[in-house]
């Protein structure tokens, strides 16, 4: 089981957000608080950026998140505008900590807007600077929509002069969340990867997850899903295999909010709430044995039809396409 804790807020309100990061940020749970949590429920992940948290890296300690495996994700909020940043860094070193993974959508114009902050490329740019200088890999991932894709390029050359290397390119997976939601009016075609011949950047790397478009239209994932309607290319990891969700609860997401409330996030839905965190674990665990199957998360490939539009949209998974698909029916359901 995986337990998620709004410790920190952002800075940031990305468009492609899944886990719906935003404001305020800062010490929305104290140091003692989370060295507290961690006793009854195990490790915890502090979100959303961590570095916004005044005591960061100490929330990173083994007593509190204890599986980081290595790495720091993060906006570089913290790394480019604290003044410690010495002294952090120095800690991350101590625990355990070589490696930064911090994500883009364009050049600093396009980012900012993307990301909802001015001066968010800039931290990007500074942290990476700081951290490499420090002896940390920092990597680069970029993650497109329809208004960035002529930064791709460019960003991936700025990529090698800032950290060594070529950044990853992707595209968000979709779930089921109203943040995502909006942003598929953006999400990229097959045509207009082709046309800039976005597929063709990072020729023999991995990096590139848009090496074979034409495998990741939504008409090549229906088509695939129709043909194994039970394939685990439909299903996050994170997504209960049973309704209602059995022990051992295993690849399960908890997600506990800055007001103490405790929810299941089960990613074909939004966070389903268990309860208050003072009501303790195992109370919460019993009721999550009873959580019902949210609506539409059975949907079968047969009853999905695409609109002209979506044929040759791109999505990185086939649960991608799935979560979308639940998405229009539970606004279909509302209508």
């Known amino acids: 089981m995986y337990v998620d804790v709004e410790a920190a807020g952002c800075p940031d309100t990305c468009r492609h957000c899944g886990v719906r990061g935003h404001h305020p940020f800062g010490a929305l749970y104290s140091l003692e608080e989370l060295r507290e949590i961690p006793k009854e429920w195990g490790p915890l992940w502090v979100f959303y950026e961590p570095t916004a948290h005044p005591d960061f890296p100490e929330t990173f300690d083994p007593s509190i998140q204890p599986d980081h495996g290595g790495y720091l994700v993060t906006n570089g909020f913290g790394l480019a505008r604290r003044d410690d940043v010495p002294a952090i860094l120095q800690r991350l070193h101590e625990l355990g900590i070589q490696n930064l993974s911090l994500s883009l959508h364009g050049l600093r114009e396009h980012h900012d807007w993307f990301v909802c902050r001015e001066g968010a490329f800039d931290d990007i740019v500074t942290a990476t600077r700081r951290a490499r200088e420090a002896g940390f890999h920092p990597t680069w991932q970029v993650y497109l929509d329809r208004g960035g894709l002529d930064d791709v390029a460019p960003l991936v050359e700025r990529a090698v002069e800032e ?173």
């Not at 020729?203 to 990741?216: H, I, Q, T, V, Y």
């Not at 994932?221 to 609860?249: C, G, M, N, V």
């Open 163 to 335: 950290t060594g290397e070529p950044s990853s390119i992707n595209v968000p997976f979709h779930r089921v969340s109203n943040r995502l939601w909006r942003y598929e009016r953006v999400r990229p075609t097959l045509q207009e990867i082709r046309e800039r011949g976005l597929h063709r950047l990072l020729e023999g790397s991995r990096k590139n997850g848009l090496a074979d478009p034409e495998r990741l239209t939504a008409a090549a994932w229906l088509e695939k899903w129709r043909a194994s309607p039970d394939d685990r290319d439909f299903r996050h990891i994170f997504e209960p295999p049973t309704w209602p969700p059995q022990a051992s609860y295993e690849h399960l997401t908890i997600h506990i909010d800055r007001k103490r409330q405790v929810y299941v996030d089960p990613q074909c839905a939004p966070p389903i709430r268990l309860g208050d965190l003072s009501e303790g674990r195992e109370a919460l665990l019993e009721r999550l044995s009873t959580v019902e199957m949210p609506p539409y998360a059975d949907i079968r490939p047969d009853e999905v039809e695409l609109d002209p539009a979506e044929y040759e949209e791109l999505h990185p998974m086939g649960y991608s396409l799935r979560y979308k698909e639940i998405s229009k029916a539970l606004r279909r359901g509302k209508e």
